[in-house]
Structures are given as C-alpha cells and as structure tokens.
C-alpha cells in the first residue's frame, strides 16, 4: 500500500511565470491547479491541502478588501496547519505586509520567482516528502 502524497493546491490566476507543476510533482506532492480564488474557496469545502501556492494581486477597486487573497485567508484562519506560499510583485511588498499582519503566511517569493529559493520554501514547509 503506497503512502498518500500531501496536496498541494496552486491557484494560478495571472500567471507570467514559469511553470512550477513538475517542479511541486517532483517534490512529491498531489498537485491540483484552479484559475480562481472562488474555485479554490470552493475546493476547500472538499479537501483540505497541505500546502497552497497563490499570487498576491493588490486591488486598490475592492470595496471591502485590498487583494485577491483575503477571503481565502480568512478561510483558512480555521486551518492553521495549512502552510501558504505566495508570490507577489516587488511593487506591492508595502501592501502584503499588511496583509501579513492580520495572516499567517509560510513564505512570500517576490517576481521574478527562483525555482530552487521556491524548493526550499516547500521544503520548509514540512509537507514534501524527504
């Protein structure tokens, strides 16, 4: 009987870096992809992963929030052992500070995202396999 792997969930919504799936399959993580903050909320409902990767977009036009992560992150105030990564542009590090304020963040990779700093975050994070 083989071990289960630890989920991963990567909510790609802008994109405009590389591809980082094999990278999260060869660190043996269950990968599963979705192109929205909603889906992913709804995703949760289901299946809890170990880790999630998302971007930080910054929103000056939300009412009642300054980014695309917020209600995911109020979700998961519930999870706490859910480890989140986030890559984010340098121009909003201001902004995601704050963000980290009220959250709890595994890690924060600014744009352009280096795939080995990346590794070792997800290593870090103590849900991929040895």
Known sequence: ??????????????????????????????VVALASQRKARSFLKERLPAVIVAEYNYQSDFRDRSSNLETLMAVLQRHPDVKVVVFYPQEHAAKLEGLRGRFAVHAVLPYPVDAARLEEVLRSAGAAPA
């Not at 991963?8 to 094999?22: C, D, R, S, V």
């Open 1 to 30: 009987m083989s071990v289960p792997r630890p989920l991963l969930l990567a909510i790609i919504e802008l994109g405009g870096y590389p591809n980082f799936l094999p990278l999260y399959e060869r660190l043996g993580f269950e």
